[in-house]
T-cell receptor, first 111, second 114 residues
Framework: SQQGEEDPQALSIQEGENATMNCSYK?????LQWYRQNSGRGLVHLIL?????REKHSGRLRVTLDTSKKSSSLLITASRAADTASYFC???????????FGSGTRLQVQP | EPEVTQTPSHQVTQMGQEVILRCVPI?????FYWYRQILGQKVEFLVS????????KSEIFDDQFSVERPDGSNFTLKIRSTKLEDSAMYFC????????????FGPGTRLLVL
């Protein structure tokens, strides 16, 4: 698989449920970030976790990072219809300036 | 809250034509980026720019592409002779400092090459 692969590719849940998305990567990273993209729109930064951190919280978001497994998860608790969007993980590899994005998870929250 | 802006929001052009995509980064930011997203595919890095020069570029960013910061506010991406496969959403991003990890993205320009 390629750098920054998310799974599942698509996720449909009911409002109020939790949504979990996973991301795997291959290289050595400085940090991993999660972005959100509403259909046809720009990318909005959600949360960043550094390579020396294991878990981070921001509001209803919880992100974990396991550098030994080269994987991360994003948990959105108590989802809302407005959370419907695509979610991408992005890594900044050691020594690089660019972000490498995954292919994204399309989340649909049914009201 | 300050944000990155991009113009135009949509551009349709004929194959072989030159296009210039414009971005206004957040005013006190120093690091600038262009990414693109072909429909249904990943967001791909094109180029990063700092201190009036390219600091990193991907293999996508060939001789047909160039970037410029013509004044203190604009950051442009030029495609000299567009190809069909250049059709994509192009995103500009900026950040304030090297240590600041978060890149702030603009809303994108959707380019369609016919």
């Amino acid at each position: 698989s390629q750098q920054g692969e998310e799974d599942p590719q698509a996720l449909s849940i009911q409002e109020g449920e939790n949504a979990t998305m996973n991301c795997s990567y291959k290289t050595s990273i400085n940090n991993l970030q999660w972005y959100r993209q509403n259909s046809g729109r720009g990318l909005v930064h959600l949360i960043l976790i550094r390579s020396n951190e294991r878990e981070k919280h921001s509001g209803r978001l919880r992100v974990t990072l396991d550098t030994s497994k080269k994987s991360s998860s994003l948990l959105i608790t108590a989802s809302r219809a407005a959370d419907t969007a695509s979610y991408f993980c992005a890594t900044r590899d050691t020594g690089r300036r660019a972000l490498t994005f995954g292919s994204g998870t399309r989340l649909q929250v049914q009201p | 809250e300050p944000e990155v802006t991009q113009t135009p929001s949509h551009q349709v052009t004929q194959m072989g034509q030159e296009v210039i995509l414009r971005c206004v980064p957040i005013s006190n930011h120093l690091y600038f980026y262009w990414y693109r997203q072909i429909l249904g595919q990943k967001v791909e890095f094109l180029v990063s720019f700092y201190n009036n020069e390219i600091s990193e570029k991907s293999e996508i960013f060939d001789d047909q592409f160039s970037v410029e910061r013509p004044d203190g506010s604009n950051f442009t991406l030029k495609i000299r002779s567009t190809k069909l496969e250049d059709s994509a959403m192009y995103f500009c991003a900026s950040k304030r400092q090297e240590e600041q990890e978060t890149q702030y993205f603009g809303p994108g320009t959707r380019l369609l090459v016919l």
